[in-house]
């Protein structure tokens, strides 16, 4: 049997006054991902799913957004803001292909599952026109209450309508919707602005949809799942949220995290076997750990690439481009930028490594620098496999170091080391004797008393 076709409709056109940022709401970060970019990447995806992005005027960002998390998207711009129905109708040219089913989203939900999307149409198949997504609210002011009789959705109920006994219902509007995508724009074309504020509201569907003599349908889902972001503190606590699933689905992966309420995670961090992650560790985007390594208390790691074994920190700082071959070794207080090494290598403590290709087994001594930048450009440095580097050594790109060449401590290298070479710079040490009982004499003999 062919797979129902789906086209995605998210909502994402608001200005977001009040969290207070130049920053559209949708763009706003949870686990190192925008909002907007978790809902699309939960989506129906694959073939036969089509996804379309309604944003607001001179919101090019949002749109940019939209195309880097899914290359499918496909955005309109609703240049009126008449209402949830109107900002829907923007995307009427998708609409009107006629996808066998039309999911209604937003762009500011983004602890929605896939899973609840393939929930919400499965009543599609079964012959229902609407499916309303709904939540059992701990505290439901404010939301539009769901009145069901049966199994069949009668009307959505907003709090200034709802009776007495209607406002005991605890079983609210979540917003999201899934309408029989041959019957969608029948239904929503019927929806009017007879209201106080002349909009046009999506959740009129369900009167539409039973005036034709349909059916609509209610699907639960939890409070957690279908949180909207309007403030900073709704962010906070969607972060709060997001956090203990990904530390969650870790642990259930296999990773020990020893402290997991003090470990950050991106939502698209992966990790091998038998990884370890010590307290107070923070992960951004675009990392990867593999098979049996280890991650020490405060380090912080954004867009890298950790080899199997390796060990970093504790207080080690990898930075995006960083890519560590089996059983590399970062030290503490040791910050990486665009720098492979290679398997074995060992950066001891205190070191910068910015720029830089490093060769299996190559011994990095603590407070050593590559001297990346002039001013004006990178530069590159090149360390053979088996060099040693040592102490209190700077290193000034563009310079290659040969592969078991030896650099003596608290040197500053600024030319090329042949291979197996030793290199060593340093002005000649002059030794005073009795220089130092000398000065400490003179000091002496200088200083006021105090009170003087």
Known sequence: MTARSSLTVVLAAGEGTRMRSAIPKVLHPVAGQSLLAHVLSAAPDGAGASLAVVVGPDHEAVALEARRARGDAVTFVQRERLGTAHAVLAA??????GADDLLVAFGDTPLISAETFARLRAPLKNGAALAVLGFRAADPTGYGRLVVEGDQLVAIREQADASAEERKITLCNAGVMAFDGRRALEIIEKIGNANSKREYYLTD???????LGLEAVVIETSEDEV?????????????QVMQTRLRKAALEAGVTIIAPETVYLAADT?????????????IGRGVSIADGAVIHSFSHIVQASIGKNASIG????LRPGTSLGEGVRIGNF?????????????????????????????????GTITCNYDGISKHKTEIG???FVGTNSSLVAPVKIGRGAYIGSGSVITRDVPDDALAVERNQQNNREGGAKRYRELKTRNKKPKGG
């Open 227 to 239: 949180r909207g972001i309007n403030t900073k503190t709704q962010l906070a606590e969607a972060e």
């Open 334 to 366: 040791v910050e990486t930028k665009a720098v492979e090494l290679e398997a074995g290598v060992k950066v001891n403590h205190l070191s910068y490594i910015g720029d830089t290709h490093i060769g299996a087994n190559a011994n990095i001594g603590a």
């Open 270 to 282: 992966t990790f091998g076997r038998d990884v370890t992650i010590e307290p107070f560790v923070v």
């Open 385 to 387: 496999a088996g060099a």
């Open 205 to 211: 569907a369900v009167t539409i949809v039973r005036s």
């Open 314 to 317: 504790p207080y080690a700082r």
């Open 92 to 97: 009427r040219d998708a609409i009107a292909r």
